[in-house]
Structures are given as structure tokens and as C-alpha cells.
């Protein structure tokens, strides 16, 4: 005969019930959200070789800072003895947090505002980054727009930066390399707007290159107060240049990594060729300097 052992109210307290009780209602819920399957994240592309991350890695380490920025700065600030803070921050500071991203990018394959996940006190270092980025796509894009209108002005049978005899040159226009002898009054003839300008020696000249980019290109306002209009052959190179970067990136990085390898090996060239250039420009100006 089976005995059931009934339950035994207490004088002090509730009566003690044979229902569930806390614990199992606890694991009961826990197990029943286990049950709930996650979010399904879509799968993130992969580099198809690791050339491809390398010479992404150049491409994003090496640009116009390069040749515009550092030799500037370095100029600047003393010539060879800026190298020595430089190269102290470059090791101890540049490079391990360039590691730093590196890693953390490939170990968790996600953005930037999700990695930091791994230490929530940082997720505003995530939000700062992608500020950051924005206003440095920004900048950037505007100076391939400028480059991409230098291109297309340079197709010209003359190059208009190399003459006077523009619609946009002043009076001030004259090649930097002329030299004559101000004390004995001295005067030459400057072609400007197809007209002939006699100058006498001593006058400041503005190099037709100057007047191009800030008369032409950008059309220098005289102040904030006057904001100009709107260059619309710039807009459309800007228009150009986003449309290019977008066609750039939109098959992610298995399309971009082979796009690397072409960007990378033209700028290395163009890099080397714009420095040889320089100098060969340098001392022809210098010969000619040497012979007026």
C-alpha cells in the first residue's frame, strides 16, 4: 500500500504548498530563454589573401601626408631635429596603436563601434574614431576633387597655369624666375590677356601658378562675410570623386583588396615621379636664376 505524506502546516507561518518552487520557476524561465534563438548576424567577407590586407595596409598608411604634410611640418619645425620627437612618438605611441587596431579589427571582424564591446568604459573612443574618420573622408575627398580638376585642365593644349594670358591673371602676374637689375631701371614685357604689359624691375610678381589655384580654382573671396558662389566645376568633380569611392568599396574587401594592388603601385609612382620632377624643376630654375 502506497503512503502519501501530507503536508504540514506550521502555526508561525504560511502553510508550505507542493506548487514549483522559486528555483525551478527561475531555471524554468532561464531555459525557456536559452530556447530563443539569437539574432543572425550576416556573415562579414574575409580577405582572400593576405597580400590583400598588406597592401591595403600601405595604402592606408601612405598618402598625401606623405608629400604635402610631413616634409612641411618637417621644415617647419626645426628640419632634422623634428625627427627625433617624431620618431619617438612614431615608435611609442604610432605604432602600437596602429597594432592595436590591426588586431583587434582581424581577431573580432567587426566595426568600429561594436569592438569596444570588449571593455564598455571605451565605447565612446568608438564613437570619437568615426567622427574622426568622417571629417578625414571629408577633407580628403575634396583634395582628390582638386586633383581630379587638375587633371582634366591639364588635357589643354596649353597648360593654363604656365601662362599669364588667362582671363583670371592681374596686372601682378610674372614668372618667378626673371631677374634683372633694378638699380639701372630695367623693364621687360609680360604678356597678360593677350595684351603686352611693360614692368620695370623690382615690382612683386605673383606666379601664374598661384593665380590659378586661388583666382580660378577656388575664386578667393575677400572674406567670410562674403560667401561667393557656388564652383560648379569642383562640384562635379567632388560628384565624381564620391561616385569613384563608392564603386571602390561597395563589394567589400574582396573586391577592394584587388583594387589596392593598382592604387598602391600608381602611387608609389606617381610619389616618386612628382619628387624627381620637383627637383629637375628646381634646377632649372636655378640655371635659370644663374644665367639672368
Same mark, same amino acid.
Given at each position: 500500500?502506497?503512503?502519501?505524506?501530507?503536508?504540514?502546516?506550521?502555526?508561525?507561518?504560511? *502553510?508550505?504548498?507542493?506548487?514549483?518552487?522559486?528555483?525551478?520557476?527561475?531555471?524554468?524561465?532561464?531555459?525557456?530563454?536559452?530556447?530563443?534563438?539569437?539574432?543572425?548576424?550576416?556573415?562579414?567577407?574575409?580577405?582572400?589573401?593576405?597580400?590583400?590586407?598588406?597592401?591595403?595596409?600601405?595604402?592606408?598608411?601612405?598618402?598625401?601626408?606623405?608629400?604635402?604634410?610631413? *616634409?612641411?611640418?618637417?621644415?617647419?619645425?626645426?628640419?632634422?631635429?623634428?625627427?627625433?620627437?617624431?620618431?619617438?612618438?612614431?615608435?611609442?605611441?604610432?605604432?602600437?596603436?596602429?597594432?592595436?587596431?590591426?588586431?583587434?579589427?582581424?581577431?573580432?571582424?567587426?566595426?568600429?563601434?561594436?569592438?569596444?564591446?570588449?571593455?564598455?568604459?571605451?565605447?565612446?573612443?568608438?564613437?570619437?574614431?568615426?567622427?574622426?574618420?568622417?571629417?578625414?573622408?571629408?577633407?580628403?575627398?575634396?583634395?582628390?576633387?582638386?586633383?581630379?580638376?587638375?587633371?582634366?585642365? $591639364?588635357?589643354?593644349?596649353?597648360?593654363?597655369?604656365?601662362?599669364?594670358?588667362?582671363?583670371?591673371?592681374?596686372?601682378?602676374?610674372?614668372?618667378?624666375?626673371?631677374?634683372?637689375?633694378?638699380?639701372?631701371?630695367?623693364?621687360?614685357?609680360?604678356?597678360? #590677356?593677350?595684351? #603686352?604689359?611693360?614692368? $620695370?624691375?623690382?615690382?612683386?610678381?605673383?606666379?601664374?601658378?598661384?593665380?590659378?589655384?586661388?583666382?580660378?580654382?577656388?575664386?578667393?573671396?575677400?572674406?567670410?562675410?562674403?560667401?561667393?558662389?557656388?564652383?560648379?566645376?569642383?562640384?562635379?568633380?567632388?560628384?565624381?570623386?564620391?561616385?569613384?569611392?563608392?564603386?571602390?568599396?561597395?563589394?567589400?574587401?574582396?573586391?577592394?583588396?584587388?583594387?589596392?594592388?593598382?592604387?598602391?603601385?600608381?602611387?608609389?609612382?606617381?610619389?616618386?615621379?612628382? $619628387?624627381?620632377?620637383?627637383?629637375?624643376?628646381?634646377?632649372?630654375?636655378?640655371?635659370?636664376? $644663374?644665367?639672368?
Amino acid at each position: 500500500m502506497l503512503i502519501r505524506k501530507s503536508s504540514v502546516s506550521h502555526s508561525d507561518g504560511p *502553510p508550505v504548498s507542493d506548487g514549483p518552487s522559486a528555483r525551478d520557476s527561475i531555471n524554468g524561465e532561464t531555459e525557456a530563454r536559452d530556447k530563443v534563438p539569437e539574432e543572425v548576424l550576416p556573415p562579414r567577407d574575409h580577405w582572400t589573401t593576405r597580400l590583400d590586407f598588406i597592401f591595403s595596409c600601405i595604402g592606408f598608411s601612405v598618402g598625401l601626408g606623405n608629400v604635402w604634410r610631413f *616634409p612641411y611640418l618637417c621644415y617647419k619645425n626645426g628640419g632634422g631635429a623634428f625627427l627625433i620627437p617624431y620618431f619617438l612618438t612614431l615608435f611609442f605611441a604610432g605604432v602600437p596603436m596602429f597594432f592595436l587596431e590591426l588586431a583587434l579589427g582581424q581577431y573580432l571582424s567587426i566595426g568600429g563601434l561594436g569592438v569596444w564591446k570588449i571593455c564598455p568604459a571605451f565605447k565612446g573612443v568608438g564613437y570619437a574614431s568615426v567622427v574622426v574618420a568622417a571629417w578625414t573622408i571629408a577633407f580628403y575627398i575634396v583634395i582628390l576633387s582638386w586633383a581630379l580638376y587638375y587633371l582634366f585642365m $591639364s588635357m589643354a593644349s596649353v597648360l593654363p597655369w604656365a601662362t599669364c594670358n588667362n582671363w583670371w591673371n592681374t596686372e601682378r602676374c610674372g614668372s618667378e624666375y626673371v631677374r634683372c637689375n633694378a638699380t639701372a631701371n630695367e623693364t621687360f614685357i609680360v604678356v597678360i #590677356n593677350g595684351a #603686352n604689359v611693360t614692368r $620695370s624691375c623690382g615690382t612683386d610678381v605673383v606666379s601664374p601658378v598661384r593665380e590659378f589655384w586661388e583666382l580660378n580654382v577656388l575664386q578667393v573671396s575677400s572674406g567670410v562675410h562674403e560667401q561667393g558662389r557656388v564652383r560648379w566645376p569642383l562640384a562635379l568633380t567632388l560628384l565624381l570623386a564620391w561616385v569613384v569611392c563608392y564603386f571602390c568599396i561597395w563589394k567589400g574587401v574582396k573586391w577592394t583588396g584587388k583594387l589596392v594592388y593598382f592604387d598602391v603601385s600608381l602611387r608609389s609612382v606617381a610619389h616618386t615621379s612628382d $619628387s624627381r620632377s620637383d627637383t629637375r624643376w628646381r634646377r632649372r630654375g636655378n640655371r635659370l636664376l $644663374s644665367l639672368s
